[in-house]
């Protein structure tokens, strides 16, 4: 899902970058933020895209559950995100926020 040139993860660009930093490369670059971090969904509400975000709810669980999770709901949040500039994902539900 994540292992492909699509996909930049954030120690790749610096384990040291703050949230600003990451939000203006995303911005520079067209890209979507994925996370479990409530502040970029807490931003993105407040700004127009790019970046879009991809916000992870899935709580605490093991890591291959949320990996099966995410598999499982992936195509749904990747379409939502073409047309919402936030995607909440939740055990339940996905929504999509303009």
Same mark, same amino acid.
């Given at each position: 899902?994540?292992?492909?040139?699509?996909?930049?993860?954030?120690?790749? &660009?610096?384990?040291?970058?703050?949230?600003?930093?990451?939000? +203006?490369?995303? +911005?520079? =670059? =067209? &890209?979507? %933020?994925?996370?479990?971090?409530?502040?970029?969904?807490?931003? %993105? *509400? *407040?700004?127009? @895209?790019?970046?879009? #975000?991809?916000?992870?709810? *899935?709580? =605490?669980?093991?890591?291959? @559950?949320?990996?099966?999770? &995410?598999? /499982? *709901?992936? @195509?749904?949040?990747?379409?939502? /995100?073409?047309?919402?500039? &936030? #995607? /909440? #994902?939740?055990?339940?539900? %996905?929504?999509?926020?303009?």
């Amino acid at each position: 899902m994540w292992n492909s040139s699509k996909y930049i993860h954030q120690f790749d &660009l610096g384990d040291e970058w703050t949230d600003s930093q990451i939000w +203006k490369y995303a +911005k520079e =670059n =067209n &890209l979507t %933020i994925i996370t479990k971090d409530s502040d970029f969904s807490s931003r %993105i *509400l *407040l700004h127009t @895209p790019p970046p879009k #975000v991809i916000h992870v709810k *899935l709580g =605490n669980m093991k890591m291959s @559950p949320f990996y099966e999770t &995410l598999k /499982n *709901l992936w @195509p749904e949040i990747i379409q939502l /995100n073409q047309d919402y500039k &936030l #995607v /909440n #994902v939740f055990v339940d539900r %996905i929504e999509g926020i303009m």
